[in-house]
């Protein structure tokens, strides 16, 4: 049932939705020493996009290739729509799959890569025909039916190999790093156009990249990895609004990092004194209680200079450097003993002029303030 | 890449032309015509180019066109008639091959032979007729030393002193013998000969050697070459497929048989294969064959085509590699994940992929094959022997003998570049792979 394209159509429903895909206490080694995957547990309901986001050598890909069945798990089970598949080879599971270098054959023509899951599933010739024009169609390369994959673009071998991927209908989807060898304008347009196919044809996607803007603008929900573990599994906003410790903070977006030491905690707000002087206030997150060291996250975005009396975490600043951008401004300041702090400043019609050198106010809201695990 | 290279410039001057038609062709600034300048300034590198493969292409023209033209060239010379029977030959040619020639053949045939007689010249072309008519040595010889006093009319004098004299056939024999250039050492070669009458004819059955041989030759190549690619296809696969270190051990292995001498490698395969070696004690040892049928698999067919198979297994498995390291583990696993079982996907995906480097494997191993020599003259007995050898044998032998060498050769060479020719038809000798 699990080899069948259509599983969920036959009345398994229950277990699939709420945990299409699940990962239970899986672990992976390579040379019996260390871990790659670290007890890795993950639920993937029905018709999500999710992403696994993280550097090279954090165990993603691993994470794909056991959940393809390219790799078996050292420990713990994997279940589709249900059922466990560590003992299915990957040709049962009915998994379609795009690979970071597409993988079309070179020896057979666009139609032919598009056919040949349809031809191993034994389907008719006037089937498949109609199944590989349909997905042509679908990708916008009708008139590269008879084209070899080398005389294609990278763009459109990229949308050949989504089509192939899906043509034969699986509910689940696997990509790794589709996109990574296209260049940037091409690589963002992909992004939109993987992302609508997935949502006209309903389809389960587990996408795998370290491109952290292409998770934030495709996914459903992002697992961040990170030395074999998920770091964090949540939205896309939540990821960058919201990340639970200082890894996901730095690989998430600019960040700004000042180390203190926790002064005290009031219900959801603490003070903190940093190291660099002056006291501030911060969110706490991931602190291990009053007297434990911290490291404040704090977007360069959300940094106000000059802030009014409203704005209660004030400190002073030098500007080391002026980087003008257009729609905005990025201000390299020393603050606090760091002279990595970024500011962002939107190029507004009240923006007073800056100069390098000179010291300003700055300050931002507690709540836009993370104290979460010290680095380093 | 050299199209885009060629057609870059002319399209560039197409475009010029389109601009403005009917205008002069574009020039430099200083009013040269642009392509004169480019002509110019490329002229240093080509020279260069020219320059630094001069010493090699000299190299291939002594040592390789020259010898390989004399060879061809000697397979169809036949000088000994025209060369030692100078006047006989001026003369045959206006004789109608009807019955036996006038008197004056009969008087230059006297004077060649006196001449012959003198020079001591005459010995060579007897030899040579006497091949085909047994007897005319005899004769001529007999003549020639009394041909100083023989008196005209020199064709009754000659045929008192011997009635071979009246041999028609011999007389027809020397006309065609003239000719300074003949195919008879190629038909030889294919097994046909001119019989009495001068008409071409296959040889009688228990003298056709060569025309079997070249099948025989061509055949076990073949087999060795199918032997190859079915040993050579894992091996390769295998060295594609593990990691580097492992991989160069395992390579080291494969190129084993390069590296250990011939007589090592054959009195190897002597002590392994004979029918009191390692293979047959042990077959006998396990008891699965009698002591009284031990295998003969030396000195024969078998043992040839084992030997060769090992000496060119790398030639196979080379190129395989290198075709193989180039194809991405992702192309079995996009056929797997598309639903495709392990066979069907290596049958379908992967070996279709690979054909490059097993066309090109193909095309060493066999056109090594056919002319291998060492291996099956040590190791191929009566029955293992290939054309090579009877090539080399005939090459130690007298002049005719070297020049049917030479035309088996030609042959040799002729079926290799056919063979070459029918690969590149079906295959595309721009696909293959080497290494």
């Keep these: 049932m699990i080899a069948s394209p259509n599983g969920h159509q036959n009345g398994n429903v229950g277990a699939g939705d709420a945990s299409y895909v699940r990962f239970e206490n899986v672990q992976k080694s390579y040379d019996g020493e260390s871990l790659v995957v670290k007890d890795l547990n993950l639920d993937i309901p029905r018709g999500e996009f999710l992403t696994m986001l993280g550097p090279s050598g954090s165990g993603k890909t691993t994470c794909l290739m056991m959940l393809a069945g390219f790799e078996p798990a050292t420990h713990g089970e994997i279940f589709l729509n249900g059922h466990p598949i560590n003992n299915l080879p990957p040709h049962k599971r009915g998994i379609g799959m795009v690979f970071q270098n597409y993988a079309l054959f070179p020896h057979m023509t666009v139609a032919e890569n598009l056919a040949y899951p349809l031809k191993v599933r034994g389907m008719s010739k006037a089937e498949i025909e109609t199944r590989v024009k349909r997905a042509l169609d679908m990708v916008e390369l009708p008139r590269m039916a008879g084209r070899r994959p080398a005389q294609l673009s990278g763009g459109q071998q990229q949308r050949v190999a989504v089509a192939r991927a899906v043509v034969f209908e699986p509910d689940l989807v696997l990509m790794d790093e589709p996109l990574g060898a296209l260049d940037k304008q091409l690589r963002e347009q992909m992004q939109y156009e993987v992302k609508h196919i997935q949502e006209r044809l309903g389809v389960t996607v587990v996408y795998v990249t370290h491109d952290q803007t292409e998770a934030l603008t495709m996914s459903d929900r992002v697992a961040v990895f990170n030395d074999g573990r998920i770091q964090q599994l949540s939205s896309p906003q939540a990821l960058y609004e919201a990340p639970t410790s200082s890894f996901v903070a730095k690989f998430i977006g600019e960040n700004n990092v000042l180390s203190g030491r926790i002064a005290s905690i009031e219900g959801d707000t603490c003070r903190v004194e940093l190291d660099g002087g002056g006291t501030v206030g911060a969110v706490p997150i991931a602190v291990q209680g009053i007297g434990s060291r911290t490291s404040l996250s704090i977007r360069p975005e959300r940094v106000v200079l000059d802030p009014g009396p409203d704005v209660p975490n004030g400190l002073d600043g030098v500007i080391l450097e002026l980087i003008y951008l257009g729609d905005h401004i990025r201000v390299r300041m020393d603050v606090a003993g760091n002279d990595e702090f970024i500011v962002k400043i939107p190029n507004g019609a009240e923006m007073r002029p800056l100069e390098r050198g000179a010291r300003v106010r700055l300050g931002w809201r507690t709540r836009d303030c993370r104290a979460l695990d010290p680095v380093g | ?435």
Excluded: C
């Design chain 2, 1 to 435: 890449m050299t199209d885009t290279a060629m057609s870059g410039p002319a399209s560039f001057a197409d475009a010029g032309r389109t601009r403005d038609p009917g205008a002069a062709p574009l020039t430099t600034a200083d009013g040269l015509p642009l392509k004169a300048a480019l002509r110019r300034s490329q002229r240093r590198l080509r020279l260069q180019a020219v320059l630094l493969v001069l010493p090699l292409l000299l190299f291939i023209f002594v040592t390789f066109a020259i010898p390989i033209a004399m060879m061809m060239s000697r397979s169809v010379q036949n000088p000994e008639v025209s060369e030692f029977l100078p006047e006989t030959a001026a003369v045959i040619d206006d004789w109608d091959g009807e019955g036996l020639p006038g008197e004056e053949v009969y008087a230059a045939m006297a004077r060649d032979l006196a001449t012959g007689q003198e020079n001591n010249t005459v010995g060579r072309v007897t030899a040579r007729i006497n091949r085909e008519i047994p007897g005319a040595r005899g004769f001529m010889l007999g003549t020639a030393r009394e041909a100083a006093t023989l008196q005209p009319p020199y064709k009754e004098a000659m045929l008192a002193a011997n009635k071979g004299w009246g041999n028609e056939r011999y007389w027809r024999l020397l006309k065609r013998e003239t000719r300074s250039i003949t195919p008879a050492y190629y038909l030889l070669a294919l097994d046909y000969e001119y019989d009495s009458n001068g008409a071409i004819v296959k040889r009688p059955e228990n003298y056709q050697v060569y025309q079997p041989l070249f099948l025989r030759t061509a055949w076990m190549s073949l087999v060795i070459t199918g032997l190859t690619i079915l040993l050579g296809y894992p091996v390769a696969y295998l060295l594609a497929s593990l990691p580097l270190r492992t991989s160069n051990l395992l390579m080291i292995l494969v190129l084993l048989p390069f590296w250990t001498s011939l007589l090592v490698r054959t009195s190897a395969w002597i002590v392994l294969l004979q029918q009191q070696g390692v293979i047959n004690d042990l077959l006998v040892f396990s008891g699965l064959l009698g002591d009284g049928s031990r295998l003969r698999m030396i000195y024969n067919q078998t043992g040839t085509i084992v030997a060769m198979t090992h000496v060119l297994l790398p030639f196979m498995i080379l190129p395989l590699y290198s075709v193989m390291k180039t194809i991405s583990p992702s192309y079995m696993r996009a056929a797997r994940s598309l639903g495709a079982s392990n066979f069907r996907a290596f049958v379908t995906v992967y070996l279709p992929m690979t054909i490059p480097g097993i066309a090109a494997g193909t095309l060493l191993v066999f056109i090594l094959a056919v002319g291998y020599y060492i291996t099956p003259a040590l190791v191929g007995g009566d029955s293992g022997i290939f054309i090579s050898n009877l090539i080399a044998e005939n090459m130690r032998g007298t002049g005719a003998q070297v020049r049917l060498a030479a035309a088996l050769s030609t042959l040799l060479l002729v079926g290799v570049l056919l063979f070459y020719w029918l690969f590149n038809k079906i295959v595309g000798v721009d696909r293959l792979k080497f290494g």
